[in-house]
Structure formats: C-alpha cells, structure tokens
C-alpha cells in the first residue's frame, strides 16, 4: 500500500507551538529507559488499558536519498509492510490482521519513522512481525510494481494540482542543489530508475540503532518493553550509512516568481530565513508566530487581509525547524485579480509587526490559547508516543511538558519585538505565485515538475 506520510515533523512542531492547559495540569511520568544494547526508549505506562503504542525514529529521511533517485525513502518505507521473511505481502497483512496489529512507517525530509499498534496479549507477535519488515523486507515485483504505479499517478495529479506546484518550486529556489531543494517525492523519471537492490540497500543503510529513538505509551513493565525493543530493533545494524544534509541558508529573492496555472485562483508562498529550534529567541518567536499568523481565524493576518478586506480565501504563517535549516514562511490563496493587492497587504503586516510589534491584548490571547490547548494533543496513546520521539528529537529533557507553560509566559515585548526585527524586518522574501496573477511585476517560469 502507499505509505501514509509521516507525522514527525507535524509532532516537532506542535511541541513547539503548544504547552498544558492549567498549573494543575501535570504532565505524563516518563521513564527514561537504556535497552542492553543502547537503544534509548522513553516510556509512559498505562496500565489501565491493555494496549501498547510505540513511534519510532531514525535520523534520515528523504533529504538522503541520492540525487536522481527521488522518493526512494517514500517507496521503500511504503514496501516495507508488503511483505517479510516468509511472508508475502497477502500473508504479512493477514498476519497483522489475526492480531489486530497496526504497523505503519513514515518519511519526511529529516526523520523516518514506524509506528506500531498491538493488544498488550498480543505484543509478542507484534514485535515479531516489525522485526521483519524492518529486518528481512522482501520487495516482491508485485508490490513494488503497484506502489510505483501509485506513485506515478499521484505525480500526475500533482502536476495539476497548484499547491503542490508551489511547493516544489519554493523548495528548488530556496535551497538551489541543497538536498532540501529536491523533490521529496518521486516523479516520473526517478521511478524509472528505482529498482529493488536500490531499495533494499537504502532501507539496510537507513534503519540503524545509533539514528533511532523510541517512545511507548502503554501495558508494559520498563523491563520487558527493553527486552522486547532489543529483540526487534536489536538485529540492525549498529550504525547508519547514510548521508546526512550539511546546514544550508534558504535563499531570498527581490522579486516574486510566476508559474502560469489556468486557475482562477491564484496560490502564493513566501518565505525568509528563520529561527532555529535551539536558538534562545524560539519561544518568543512561536508565540509571535501566533500571533501573525499562525492562530488560524484569530491571527492579525486573517483578520487584517480576509476579515476586514476580504482579499484572500486564507492566509496564514509558519516556523519551520528543519535539522540543516530553518525557515519562516506564509501562504495564500485569493484570486488572480487580487494578487497583488493581497501581496501588498500581507508585507505591510509583516512590516508593521517588525517596527511595532504586537497589543498587550494580542500577546495575552496567544499565550493563553498556547498554554491552554496542549492536552487535545494528548488525545491517545499513539499521539503521546509520537511526543517522546519528537522531544528526544529536539533535545528536550522530559519535565519539558510541565516546564513548556513557564517558557511560554515569561517572554515579554521586549522579545516579541527582538524576534519581530529578525524575522520581518525585510523585503527580500522569496515569493512563488501559481496561477494567473495581476498586479504583480515578476518574472515568469515555466510550469515544470
């Protein structure tokens, strides 16, 4: 089957953007486990449902794929529950299936991922069955021919799709021959020269003990989910083979570019260099963020170009913490005709925000929204795993959910307009615009894949 996409990065970020409800709110008690063989496994037990949920992540993603081979982690990861060992692709999803096992894998640019689902009586089985598909993953012509067939199609719907359009063409500016700056997925001409040794020998590279972390949720003792965890993940090799991308500054540009599209709407997406996940301004930026851009229908942007002057369809910011770069971007959707002025709009915002930064009323309503939402993302044992592996991803220590609402609450307007300065202070923000926009003095480029 095709493979979900992978829910890391959403998780990094919304650790990021998001912090407990109440000073009576504590967080999960995390136990901190090293396995015989090294493998860190942070744990939260919940004895009261008998179900254990495990997210697991290796540093690598598809930002290592050689060049020309485009979407090789996509189809590898989507192959490897197609079939294992002794298993054909038909027998391992029986196999699962007899036990109501779960077993996903993920990619994105940084991180790969699996995440596994099991009845507490049934987990002995469910580690067996992972062990496999990450161990002994069979890459059967069937199943990899209909994977690349559904990769082919979902690269032709692609083509007409401007979003996706957009995207690609923002990532190629930005970041020029950088592995960011490639497709994350593949087309048609990296199909063709994918094979089966090319997948198994980046899945051998890729899945190692020294890249992984895991979280688990669940109906487990600490001792067994060790010895558990050692028999599945164990039988990898010791240390990835992989090439990791080298920090890179994504480019600015002063002018937008166009990609004719016969589209009545036209989508827009504009970025600048951000701030870095460990940077000491992260904090103030997330809830700067908040405010500008990033609160949905209460951000100023919203309010400011849809609400009041109803020039776009939406409209929005966002920080993008990637491990070799960090970003801060926005999107819009209006029609052709209003382009321009949305455009205009939107970077008056930005400035504004730069040279006055935010209301004490703006500041306080991100904070509370921000303190108050996280534990709807707590919403099942899956989703509080999937946190442990992003906080150990991004080197939080585990009081990190109680400790987040002090970090949130202590930045002041001081440090909104410090961080205001670094991200908005400009003019040079990369613009790609798909469609047929008007009011705009761009160059224009062809529409390509």
Known sequence: MMMRPSTIRGLALGLCLLVTATPAWAGPRIEQIKTPLGISVWLVREPAIPMLALQAAWRGGSSSEPAGQEGLATLAMGLLDEGAGSLDADAFKTALQEKAIDIDFGTDRDYTTVSLRTLSQHRERAFELLKLAMTAPRFDDEPVA???????????????????????????????????????????????????????????????????????????????????????????????????????VPKTAAAPVVIPFPNPQSIVIFGAPGIAREDADWYAATVLNQVIGGGGMASRLFEEVREKRGLVYSVGTQLSPYKATSLVSGSLATSNAQVGDALKLVRAELARVAKDGVTDAELAAAKSY????????????????????????????????????????????????????????????????????????????????
């Not at 939402?373 to 592996?389: D, Q, T, Y």
């Open 370 to 449: 921000m303190t108050g939402s996280f534990p709807l993302r707590l919403s099942s044992n899956a989703a509080i795993a999937g946190m442990l592996v992003a906080m150990q991803n991004t080197g939080l220590q585990p009081d990190y959910i109680d400790a987040y609402p002090g970090l949130i609450n202590i930045v002041t307007q001081d440090d909104i307009r410090r961080v205001a300065q670094r991200l908005f202070a400009r003019e040079d923000y990369l613009t790609v615009v798909v469609g047929q926009p008007a009011g705009l003095d761009a160059p224009q480029q062809k529409n390509g894949g």
């Open 146 to 248: 209909r994977v690349k067939a559904q990769a082919r199609v979902a690269y032709e719907r692609g083509r007409q799709n401007p979003n996706v359009l957009a995207g690609e063409r923002f990532a190629q500016l930005a970041y020029g021959d950088h592995a960011y700056g490639r497709r994350s997925s593949a087309s048609t001409e990296s199909l063709e020269r994918i094979n089966k040794p090319q997948l198994a020998d980046f899945t051998h590279k890729l899945l190692a003990r020294s890249n992984l972390v895991i979280g688990a949720v669940g109906d487990i003792p600490a001792a067994d989910l060790a010895r558990l965890v050692d028999a599945s993940f164990g039988s990898l090799p010791a240390d990835p083979q992989i090439a990791l991308p080298p920090p890179v």
